[in-house]
């Protein structure tokens, strides 16, 4: 029988990831996992009136495997799913693949985003309502600060196109994914604690 509280165990993981035992297999699996799962989330996809870019559930996907994994697996994890999206496999929004087109900047702002908000996990940024939402709101940042931008030129918009054609239209979506976020996040971490 352990003496461990059952806080105590969950507070000596990083991220979530860390609360299944260490191995190269579990990183492995992880990895893969998460790319898998940011695929089948960019197949939920609505094309946007006057927009080149979809709502997808893409973006969600890849702050969560971010947040969950940590910076390491979760910009690993972003990386093989750009990667084998480039090389053909049909998991961008909507079943495209490829390199190009003018909504994959926010892929690579995913893969940035990962890695940004896998850092703040580390440091507790997903332990609470408030602080999920920060780093939520920090990760989808990241993404339009690429997005945005690679959006303007691929496309040939002004600035203020960009902004209103990749950057406007999504940010009720981005508010409800934060909301989803600050609920499954904290709770995850309730519950391991009670677990643990």
């Known amino acids: 029988m352990s003496t461990v509280a059952p806080t105590a165990v969950a507070s000596r993981a990083g991220v979530l990831a860390d609360l299944i035992p260490a191995s190269r297999t579990r990183d492995i699996a992880l990895v893969a996992g998460g790319a898998v799962l940011t695929g089948l989330a960019a197949q939920l996809s609505v094309p946007v009136p006057g927009?080149?870019?979809?709502?997808?559930?893409?973006?969600?996907?890849?702050?969560?495997?971010?947040?969950?994994?940590?910076?390491?697996?979760?910009?690993?994890?972003?990386?093989?799913?750009?990667?084998?999206?480039?090389?053909?496999?049909?998991?961008?929004?909507?079943?495209?693949?490829?390199?190009?087109?003018?909504?994959?900047?926010?892929?690579?702002?995913?893969?940035?985003?990962?890695?940004?908000?896998?850092?703040?996990?580390?440091?507790?940024?997903?332990?609470?309502?408030?602080?999920t939402a920060g780093t939520m709101v920090v990760g989808s940042a990241v993404v339009y600060a690429i997005g945005v931008p690679y959006l303007a030129?691929?496309?040939?918009?002004?600035?203020?196109?960009?902004?209103?054609?990749?950057?406007v239209p999504f940010l009720l979506g981005d508010a409800l994914k934060a909301a989803l976020a600050m609920g499954a996040l904290p709770g995850a971490w309730r519950l391991a604690g009670r677990r643990g």
């Open 51 to 131: 927009s080149p870019v979809p709502v997808t559930g893409q973006t969600f996907a890849a702050l969560l495997v971010g947040t969950a994994l940590g910076a390491r697996r979760g910009f690993l994890s972003l990386a093989l799913y750009t990667v084998l999206g480039m090389a053909g496999l049909p998991w961008f929004s909507g079943g495209t693949s490829g390199p190009g087109g003018s909504s994959f900047g926010y892929v690579l702002g995913m893969l940035a985003a990962s890695a940004v908000v896998g850092a703040l996990a580390k440091r507790g940024g997903d332990r609470s309502v408030l602080r």
């Open 153 to 167: 030129l691929s496309a040939g918009m002004s600035a203020s196109a960009a902004i209103a054609a990749g950057l």
